[in-house]
């Protein structure tokens, strides 16, 4: 079973508005949830991440928002830019392992 | 910057061949991972080792073994390729994560293998 969901495989929003993409998780273990970015052709990167004990992180354009009573986590990019058109993948730790969910293409049309 | 390195790159096999691929990081990582990526199953860990001489299983081990008998070098061998296996491989490294998952992963930039 999935332990980590990213339930919309694709977004499009106009330049200079808000993206927000989602992610659900089944495991109340989980205590580090990361965002990766991933452009064709290449490896992931990491985009910004949140521990657990918070719920909420902003690092520039980008803001990860925690709700761990609905287990349940999104990412707000702010504004939104055409280079940030990708694919987003959530991810979520636990010991040494962590689990993804299966991506969001997001496209930013100018 | 290297950073994370895979190589090869493309591979095709056939059934029942055998073949290695190769992680190599400059970072001074103590873990690193072994992933596959399959459409619509985002990445599912193989294999990962916390420190040079250790290995562990992930979600989906069977049919993989790995080997780390360098810190800066992770193996990952299919003894008998089956068309199941054909994914794109991702390697990742990290520092060492403490009790929680703080350290986030650096990728390499991927092994499209093809099993025919």
């Known amino acids: 079973d999935q332990q980590v969901k990213q339930n919309s495989p694709s977004l499009s929003v106009q330049e200079g508005r808000i993206s927000i993409l989602n992610c659900d998780y089944t495991n109340s273990m989980f205590d580090y949830f990361l965002w990766y970015k991933k452009y064709p052709a290449e490896g992931p990167t990491f985009l910004i991440s949140?521990?657990?004990?918070?719920d909420k992180n902003e690092d520039g354009r980008f803001t990860v928002f925690l709700n761990k009573s609905a287990k349940h986590l999104s990412l707000h990019i702010v504004p939104s830019q055409p280079g940030d058109s990708a694919v987003y993948f959530c991810a979520a730790s636990a010991v040494h392992q962590f689990y993804f969910g299966t991506g969001t293409s997001l496209t930013v049309i100018p | 910057n290297a950073g994370v390195t895979q190589t090869p790159k493309f591979r095709v096999l056939k059934t029942g061949q055998s073949m290695t691929l190769l992680c190599a990081q400059d970072m001074n990582h103590e873990y690193m991972y072994w992933y596959r990526q399959d459409p619509g199953m985002g990445l599912r860990l193989i294999h990962y080792s916390v420190g040079e001489g250790t290995t562990a299983k992930g979600e989906v081990p069977d049919g993989y073994n790995v080997s780390r008998l360098k810190k800066q070098n992770f193996l990952l061998g299919l003894e008998s390729a089956a068309p199941s296996q054909t994914s794109v491989y991702f390697c990742?490294?990290?520092?060492?994560?403490?009790?929680?998952?703080?350290?986030?992963?650096?990728f390499g930039d991927g092994t499209r293998l093809s099993i025919l």
């Open positions: 949140i521990s657990s004990i918070k």
């Open positions: 990742a490294s990290s520092y060492r994560m403490g009790t929680r998952g703080d350290q986030p992963q650096h």
